[in-house]
């Protein structure tokens, strides 16, 4: 990929616990620890990286994330269940760079600037998820009212 489009345009996602399609690997640290050093070494331009199981606990299986961290020098993306207390005490630990929130986006058209004035979240309704119709995507109230 980064040979087509250049390292500066590649960023690659890895789950290195996430239990998907009964997919594990009994001491994953080891494997993903190396992967980190290659992509590291290939200059791509960051690592999204799904901490915990996807969409689901952070702490489904043991593993040193700060290890990955340490081995790939580019800009690291922590994603899963981050909010902005977690995500400020890692930024502040120098554990990522940057963090995703998918779901919160999907329920708070207005994401940046409730965190901005500490403002509360809009919950999730898990079953619009995937439904093939705007309900759910389209539908949740700002703060001001509007959808």
Do not use: W
């Not at 590649?10 to 001491?27: E, F, K, L």
């Not at 200059?43 to 606990?57: C, K, Q, R, S």
């Not at 489904?60 to 994330?65: H, K, R």
């Not at 995500?87 to 965190?115: C, M, T, W, Y």
Request: glycine share 10%; proline share 8%.
């Amino acid at each position: 990929m980064k040979d087509e489009i250049g390292a500066a345009r590649t960023g690659v996602r890895i789950s290195p616990v996430s239990p998907a399609n009964a997919i594990s690997c009994s001491d994953p640290q080891p494997q993903y620890d190396y992967l980190a050093e290659q992509l590291d070494a290939s200059g791509i331009v960051y690592l999204h990286v799904v901490e915990g199981a996807t969409g689901g606990p952070r702490d489904v299986s043991p593993f040193d994330y700060t290890s990955l961290r340490r081995r790939f020098k580019n800009t690291y993306i922590g994603n899963n269940g981050y909010d902005l207390a977690l995500a400020s005490d890692h930024l502040a630990q120098d554990k990522a760079d940057l963090f995703a929130f998918g779901r919160p986006f999907i329920s708070n058209p207005d994401f940046v600037e409730r965190l901005k004035s500490g403002a509360p979240l809009a919950p999730l309704n898990p079953e619009t998820l995937y439904g093939g119709s705007a309900e759910g995507y389209t539908d949740y109230p700002s703060l001001s009212g509007n959808s």
